[in-house]
């Protein structure tokens, strides 16, 4: 069975789709640990609540962030963790935990990638105007939301929308597909070659683009 260590920074909503789907049995893969860099992220609660060991780990406590990130490294692996779940965590992750777990970290990104990477992707897709938004789960390279896509949900922009009502409609999405991402990962369907993740025996997944008209 998968076993999986989270990080995450705050609400913890993702981290709490993940636990569900576990304990529904829909994801074979149990939660090992979940770290937080933020003492008073609500990700703690979640994790007390089902009894998940949890950590916190404070970047002040180190000279560099590679140490931080080394340290993050060595608390996953002494869990057995073989795949890395960031769930909200706000930091770009560094080469010492990428390096210890080759193409065994996702991440979810409330964009469609590479469109609007970064902080506030929902309020940049607002921004910018684009009719059809949605939510990315990807593996994590060294940049900010860059690596290999896994799978996408596109969400569509409404006429009134503000971040908080947009944020709202593809949180449901985000709930969806991170499980999904991860089940697809625990039953070795995942196939990665240079920046195209191809997913075995598995037809397109996650599509809810509204259906075409009736004529
Ligand atoms: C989500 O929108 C996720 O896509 C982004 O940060 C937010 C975290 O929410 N990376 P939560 O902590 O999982 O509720």
Redesign the pocket.
């Known amino acids: 069975m998968l076993k999986i260590g989270v990080l995450?920074?705050?609400?913890?909503?993702?981290?709490q789709a993940i636990i569900d789907a576990v304990e529904n049995k829909k994801l074979k893969a149990s939660v090992e640990i979940l770290i937080t860099d933020n003492l008073s992220a609500f990700?703690i609660e979640r994790a007390k609540k089902h009894n998940i060991k949890h950590i916190f780990i404070n970047l002040k406590d180190f000279a560099t962030k590679d140490e931080f990130f080394k340290r993050i490294a060595n608390e996953m692996k002494s869990c057995g963790v073989e795949l890395v779940i960031?769930?909200?965590f706000m930091r770009i992750v560094r080469k010492p935990l990428i390096d210890a777990f080759p193409h065994r970290i996702m991440?979810?990104?409330?964009a469609l990638l590479p469109s609007f990477p970064g902080l506030h992707?929902q309020k940049q897709a607002l921004d910018y105007g684009v009719k059809i938004s949605g939510?990315t789960v990807h593996f994590v390279d060294e940049g900010m939301d860059t690596g290999p896509v896994i799978i996408q949900a596109a969400v569509p922009v409404l006429p009134g929308d503000t971040e908080d009502t947009l944020?709202e409609r593809?949180?449901v999405f985000?709930h969806k597909i991170y499980p999904e991402a991860v089940m697809l990962f625990s039953e070795g369907r995942l196939e990665i070659k240079g920046n195209i993740v191809r997913i075995k025996d598995h037809p397109q997944v996650s599509s809810n683009i509204v259906n075409p008209p009736n004529r």
């Open positions: 995450a920074s705050g609400r913890g909503s993702n981290f990700a960031l769930a909200g991440n979810i990104h409330p992707g939510c944020s593809i949180l985000e």
